[in-house]
């Protein structure tokens, strides 16, 4: 799975908002410096998260971003799909939508398995599970096998 700069960011983004006591709009600046984000690419993705439900903004002196729900309602695969689409596609179709014949045959049902993989950890893990670090326990037993840490 490739996690693209613009998911990285948008999640980075909206954490940032997350933590703003009082849910006092975020400028973009403010959102761009404090997690050295190029501004440009940021408005486009901020954008991206208003149009998806997960933003609203408000213009003016005092005017920025604020999130559209408390961050225990917004699960991170929402981020992903809003920026990036649906969470794992094969040649541009959903796993489901795979079929192949002879020797790859099930293969269909690995790339399901996957996606399923997929939302076990991104469908039940909030913005506000990340800013306060108390992670679902089946994604902190995921983070924590051994060489869970390694690259292979």
């Given at each position: 799975?490739?996690?693209?700069?613009?998911?990285?960011?948008?999640?980075?983004?909206?954490?940032?908002?997350?933590?703003?006591?009082?849910?006092?709009?975020?400028?973009?600046?403010?959102?761009?410096?404090?997690?050295?984000?190029?501004?440009?690419f940021?408005?486009?993705?901020?954008?991206?998260?208003?149009?998806?439900?997960?933003?609203?903004?408000?213009?003016?002196?005092?005017?920025?971003?604020?999130?559209?729900?408390?961050?225990?309602?917004?699960?991170?695969?929402?981020?992903?799909?809003?920026?990036?689409?649906?969470?794992?596609?094969?040649r541009?179709?959903?796993?489901?939508?795979?079929?192949?014949?002879?020797?790859?045959?099930?293969?269909?049902?690995?790339?399901?398995?996957?996606?399923?993989?997929?939302?076990?950890v991104?469908?039940?893990?909030?913005?506000?599970?990340?800013?306060?670090?108390?992670?679902?326990?089946?994604?902190?037993?995921?983070a924590?096998?051994?060489?869970?840490?390694?690259?292979?």
């Amino acid at each position: 799975m490739d996690i693209s700069a613009k998911t990285d960011y948008a999640v980075r983004a909206l954490l940032t908002i997350a933590a703003v006591q009082g849910g006092h709009p975020v400028s973009a600046d403010t959102l761009a410096q404090e997690q050295q984000l190029p501004r440009k690419f940021l408005e486009s993705i901020l954008g991206d998260l208003r149009r998806g439900g997960l933003v609203v903004s408000q213009r003016g002196a005092a005017g920025g971003y604020t999130l559209a729900r408390p961050a225990d309602e917004i699960a991170v695969a929402e981020v992903f799909r809003v920026v990036a689409g649906p969470l794992a596609e094969v040649r541009g179709l959903r796993p489901h939508e795979t079929s192949y014949d002879g020797a790859a045959q099930h293969l269909p049902t690995l790339w399901v398995a996957v996606r399923a993989s997929l939302r076990d950890v991104l469908d039940e893990t909030s913005l506000a599970d990340l800013l306060s670090g108390e992670l679902p326990a089946h994604v902190r037993e995921l983070a924590h096998r051994p060489g869970a840490w390694q690259s292979r």
